[in-house]
């Protein structure tokens, strides 16, 4: 495994959409073709499947060291409501294009913190949105809660609006480990907040953790997977952390890049802590996630129906997926358009009436066959392909693939691929070999973060 680790370990997407938003062209983009896409794909599938929003609640009261999401620091709390009546506004401007009333079938809150905003405002803020849609029969509503500021009255708030899922975010239970990364969270917090969540009625429970932090080693992991077990959370997400201080500056250099364990020591955080999860009666979902067997994911998994967006993982697909707020990602399946990045200018735009899209991508014929073989891949762990989906430079990948079969990472068949047991933490390297605009374009600068 260990020169496996030192040949694959390289830099790499995790494919949360195709292509990734390094390769969007930005050149033949435009606010009006974002619009249209919108409309075709809502007339294309709002009356069977409905629509997905994802809500991005940016503010936070402190810096984690090791995020790399788009956030605001602040702990005036006097910035909820012209935030969130900014959103509202935004949402208006996509009710505007649709011919009938939107079908919601998912909802996200994700951030920054949601749990920052008073459990009030988000009641306003939601029910804001649920005038103007129908809710589908069979919704999935979720949430990022902060165990340190989550209170029962968000919880209780936010289940009676409909949310049965809640994801909280651990990291690590070893104090070196939060003390490095500013994200001091005492075991009992967490434990509080889920079992406050399991007594309201939340039936989909998921707690994050990451490995590679710095001044992981396989001890601190260890406990931290059996202090969670003792929890059972119905969902886990075990990912590696990204380490992209060359993107988001200050944030990430809050250690030094000694303190970081080596590609061998976070693979072994992985292996281990992967062993010891399916020990425990946790099962694999396609990359980094894993669920018990009644978990909704799982489900979802065995039945072929696992989706990946900007959200992540999720246990269904909408067509249409509306990013709000600042730097909320959409996706309309012909295109992607992202959001202002600042607050102030995504309040200033909205407030003028303009979409607050400031870049995104119209998907060619070839982007759509390629995106169909990535989502395949990261969500089933294999594809195939006929004369309609072959792709150019696919003898390229073949190559690339065959010595890929040869260290055990990979099947191949006459028209398929499918990832191995012990290839499955590779999967962020086998997708990159249909990655076509990524092939025919190196990076010139470091972009992504290693794939070990």
Not at 181 to 188: A, G, H, S, V, Y
């Amino acid at each position: 495994m260990n020169s496996l680790v030192d040949k694959y370990n390289i830099p790499g997407p995790r494919y949360t959409s195709y292509p990734t938003v390094p390769y969007w062209d930005l050149e033949s983009f435009s606010v009006e073709g974002w619009k249209k896409s919108v409309i075709r794909s809502f007339k294309e599938s709002n009356a069977e499947e409905g629509i997905s929003i994802y809500i991005h609640l940016p503010f936070c009261e402190a810096l984690c060291t090791f995020c790399a999401c788009h956030k605001r620091i602040t702990k005036q709390h006097s910035v909820e409501e012209p935030y969130l009546e900014t959103v509202l506004k935004e949402w208006q401007l996509y009710l505007n294009l649709f011919d009938e009333k939107p079908k919601l079938k998912e909802l996200h809150l994700g951030g920054g913190t949601p749990t920052f905003f008073s459990p009030e405002n988000l009641k306003k803020l939601l029910s804001g949105i649920f005038e103007t849609v129908e809710i589908a029969e069979h919704q999935e509503f979720s949430f990022e809660g902060h165990p340190n500021n989550t209170t029962y009255e968000h919880l209780k708030t936010l289940y009676d609006l409909g949310f049965r899922r809640v994801s909280f975010g651990v990291q690590d239970y070893n104090e070196k480990v939060q003390k490095a990364i500013n994200r001091i969270q005492p075991f009992e917090n967490v434990k509080n907040v889920t079992e406050w969540a399991r007594e309201i009625g939340y039936t989909g429970i998921s707690h994050d953790l990451v490995f590679g932090l710095p001044f992981q080693n396989w001890k601190c992991m260890e406990n931290t997977i059996r202090k969670t077990l003792e929890l059972k959370p119905d969902r886990l997400a075990f990912y590696s952390y990204a380490h992209v201080p060359w993107i988001k500056g200050v944030g990430q250099r809050g250690f030094d890049e000694n303190d970081l364990p080596s590609g061998d020591e976070k693979r072994r955080l992985y292996e281990e802590g992967k062993s010891l999860l399916e020990e425990l009666g946790y099962f694999e979902i396609g990359m980094d996630h894993f669920a018990l067997p009644h978990d909704d994911l799982y489900q979802s998994m065995k039945k072929g129906k696992l989706h990946r967006n900007f959200m992540g993982y999720t246990s269904s697909k909408t067509q249409l997926m509306v990013g709000l707020g600042m730097s909320g990602i959409s996706d309309s399946w012909y295109a992607f358009a992202q959001n202002e990045k600042t607050v102030e200018g995504y309040e200033q735009m909205v407030n003028n009436g303009e979409f607050p899209v400031v870049k995104g991508h119209i998907l060619n014929e070839e982007d759509l066959i390629i995106r169909k073989h990535i989502l395949n891949l990261m969500c089933r762990l294999e594809t195939s392909w006929d004369a309609e989906t072959a792709f150019p430079e696919f003898e390229n990948a073949m190559d690339k693939l065959q010595e890929m079969q040869k260290d055990g990472l990979v099947e191949l068949s006459e028209n398929g691929i499918k990832i191995t047991e012990e290839g499955r933490a590779f999967t962020r390297n086998v997708t990159m070999t249909f990655d076509l605009r990524m092939l025919r374009k190196q990076p010139g600068t470091r972009i992504f973060s290693m794939t070990i």
